[in-house]
């Protein structure tokens, strides 16, 4: 449990970091995609648990894999606070998949950007030794 309120919590300040981030490319919209950063930290907690319970080497591609799948998913909340504007003739889906596509571009080509995958590891640290703290509290450990 203490897992996935630290993972709500780190996915809100991830979502903060990425509006921070976007301003200046995205504009003021971006801060409307900073509480997506809950709902995106729950997913990739929720995705990536199973690896707490391997080797603590395994944490080292969740963190990429997962540093990559959260940017890709605050690139579509992105894209959809784009929409909220009001510009005539823009294709929606269009809008959106760009957003997507432009985050992920500045992850990987961009190197103000590549800590993040040092702040990720760390992240999954952290969740890691909650969820075996946790296991073993429980007696499961």
């Known amino acids: 449990m203490r ?9 809100l300040l991830w979502g903060l970091l990425g509006s921070f981030l976007t301003r200046n490319v995205f ?12 709902f995106i930290g729950l997913l990739v907690f929720w995705g990536s648990r199973w690896t707490y319970r391997k080797s603590a080497w395994t944490l080292v591609p969740t963190g990429i894999i997962s540093t990559f799948v959260a940017v890709a998913l605050f690139g579509l909340c ?14 929606g889906w269009a809008v959106v998949v760009q957003s997507m596509n432009a985050c992920l571009w500045g992850l990987i080509f961009a190197p103000l950007y590549w800590p993040l995958f040092i702040l990720s590891f760390a992240n999954h640290a952290l969740l890691r030794h909650l969820v075996q703290a946790d296991a073993t509290a429980d007696g499961g450990g």
């Open 27 to 38: 504009g003021v919209h971006s801060w409307l995609a900073a509480p997506c950063g809950i």
């Open 78 to 91: 992105l894209g959809f606070a784009d929409l909220t504007r009001d510009i005539p003739n823009r294709t």
């Open 3 to 11: 897992a996935a309120v630290t993972s709500t919590l780190s996915g």
